[in-house]
């Protein structure tokens, strides 16, 4: 069943089993959609006559919020699944050395799929925070303060997601891939201090 599926205790009650899939890259990518339901719902807040001036930027911001919430929602599937796959390869025969080299091929492999959602998850939380930057200039001020909830789960959302790519990259033997993975990570400070400066103005905006 998707994660998209199920109700909330469920899937909390999967988190919480010793099991090796949904984990952290799941919550990680959860973080992101949760990002982007709020910035859908306060850019939809943000309509009618009195934002008449910001129709197709608020346009623009809806359409995008709600592909961003699918992909991280699929991302979060990506992520359980792989992980599943990275599990199935670590219980493979290694009684000889050939049955050793090849499941140390497909943990190898494995690790690349698994490191791949979560690194995904920080371009998406890239985007959502130029979202909530736009946002926080000419968003409704009655639920402004969820803009900055949003900035917070895509901070989350990055730096969650972070440190799930990089425990993988010591598996990982593909040198191409690995570079791939630390450049996606290479991209969570900043993600990280932007959200910090979007909840600084929002509050700001609050207190003045």
Do not use: C
Request: proline content about 3%.
């Amino acid at each position: 069943m998707p994660i998209s599926d199920e109700k909330i205790g469920d899937f909390l009650a999967r988190l919480a089993d010793r099991v090796p899939a949904p984990g952290g890259g799941a919550t990680a990518a959860l973080h992101a959609a949760q990002g982007a339901a709020l910035l859908g719902m306060v850019a939809r807040y943000t309509t009618g006559e009195k934002y008449a001036e910001h129709r197709d930027t608020i346009g623009r911001i809806i359409t995008e919020a709600d592909e961003l919430r699918g992909l991280a929602l699929r991302l979060a599937d990506a992520d359980a699944d792989a992980f599943t796959a990275v599990a199935a390869a670590y219980t493979l025969p290694r009684s000889t050395q050939q049955e050793k080299a090849a499941r140390s091929a497909a943990i190898a492999q494995a690790l690349v799929g698994a490191a791949w959602p979560p690194a995904q998850v920080i371009s998406v939380a890239a985007m959502l925070i130029d979202l909530a930057e736009a946002l926080t200039a000419i968003g409704n001020p009655n639920v402004i303060s969820d803009v900055a909830a949003a900035a917070e789960s895509a901070r989350a959302a990055a730096a969650t997601a972070r440190v799930n790519v990089e425990i993988n990259l010591a598996g990982i033997t593909d040198e191409q891939a690995s570079l791939e993975m630390i450049a996606e990570t290479g991209k969570a400070d900043d993600i990280i201090a932007r959200a910090g400066l979007v909840t600084a103005d929002v509050r700001d905006k609050i207190r003045a």
